[in-house]
Structures are given as structure tokens and as C-alpha cells.
């Protein structure tokens, strides 16, 4: 299993949870302990922004990419088909994204607090939605929340030749354009 291979063993796997686990809690903590006072509203305001905008990435990332592209079709028929296997994007292609789409535009178009801001908020929407899938295919809980997460998630899986269903986190974005199908 190399950099690049999408079924992970136990350790490769988890590392993806630990690496952006690191990542939102250093940043969070640099951006609180060294930002400038007078930024830390603005900075509030683009977190919030970078998790909706990862709500929407999460949403259209699923819908287009994952069931519209190959490789990247292919690849994710294999998850519908052995749901229960570690496969995730390799860690270092989706840090490597995140900085080039994400962090690097911002700076470009800010300074380095607003685009700190701004990625937080994403990679925390991210790590969010990678606990919340393996969770929706490994654990089990009572919570209402998390179980109306596992049917809306089990309702996607289960129609792969009419696929709808996208968001795993939130279902906001199926009902804002019409893939929330009727239950069968």
C-alpha cells in the first residue's frame, strides 16, 4: 500500500485523523495565541466561512468527483461496494489540495492570519466529515443526530444506480439541489 493507494492498512488510515486532528488544533492555537486582538472577530468569521464552504466542497466533491469522474468514480464504487474497508483519500493528496486550492489562494488574495482563518475553518469541516463517515460505517450509538447521519448515509449506498444522498455531515445541500430522493 503506497503514498498514493486508497484501501489503507490501520495506521496509514488513522494517521489521516491524526495529522488534520494536529492540524485544527495548531492552528486554532496559533491563530488565538498570535494573531493580532484586533483580527480575532474577522478571524471567527472566516472559520465559520471555511466550514460552510467545506459543507458545500464536502456536497459537490461527492456529487461531481466521486460519482462523475474516473478515476475518482471507480475508485469510490469500491467504497459503495466494501463499505466497511479502510479506504479515504491518501493523506498527503488531501493536504496537498487543501494548500494549493485553499491556503495558498487566501494568502495570495489576504495576509497570513486571514488565510489561517480561512483553512482552519475548512480543515476542521473536513476532519469533521472524515470522523463522521468512518463513524457512519464503524461505530455504533444511540445519538439522534448521528443515527439520522447513518440512514441518510445508508439511503446513498444503497442506490448506486441512481445515486443522491451526497452530504454525509449535513443534508442541506441535497435539498437545496433536489438530490434528496424520496426513501425506498
Not at 488534520?20 to 491563530?31: D, F, I, K, N, T
Not at 484586533?38 to 459537490?60: C, D, K, Q
Not at 448515509?153 to 454525509?168: E, I, N, S
Amino acid at each position: 500500500m503506497g503514498l498514493f493507494s486508497l484501501e489503507h492498512g490501520k495506521l496509514a488510515y488513522l494517521a489521516d485523523f491524526v495529522l488534520y486532528g494536529a492540524s485544527v488544533v495548531a492552528v486554532a492555537a496559533y491563530l488565538l495565541l498570535v494573531a493580532p486582538p484586533a483580527l480575532r472577530l474577522e478571524n471567527l468569521a472566516l472559520v465559520m466561512l471555511g466550514l460552510a464552504g467545506w459543507s458545500l466542497i464536502e456536497y459537490g466533491l461527492h456529487r461531481f468527483i466521486l460519482h462523475g469522474i474516473q478515476p475518482f468514480k471507480r475508485w469510490h464504487v469500491m467504497h459503495h461496494l466494501q463499505p466497511k474497508n479502510l479506504i479515504c483519500t491518501p493523506t498527503l493528496l488531501s493536504a496537498t489540495l487543501i494548500l494549493i486550492l485553499v491556503f495558498l489562494p487566501a494568502l495570495l488574495l489576504s495576509d497570513l492570519w486571514r488565510a489561517s482563518a480561512l483553512t482552519l475553518g475548512l480543515l476542521a469541516g473536513y476532519l469533521v466529515y472524515s470522523v463522521t463517515h468512518h463513524a457512519l460505517h464503524h461505530w455504533r450509538t444511540g445519538n439522534a443526530w448521528f443515527n439520522r447521519r447513518r440512514h441518510w448515509h445508508a439511503l446513498h449506498h444503497k442506490h448506486l444506480d441512481a445515486p443522491g444522498y451526497y452530504g454525509v455531515t449535513s443534508g442541506l445541500w441535497d435539498h437545496v439541489f433536489g438530490t434528496a430522493r424520496p426513501a425506498t
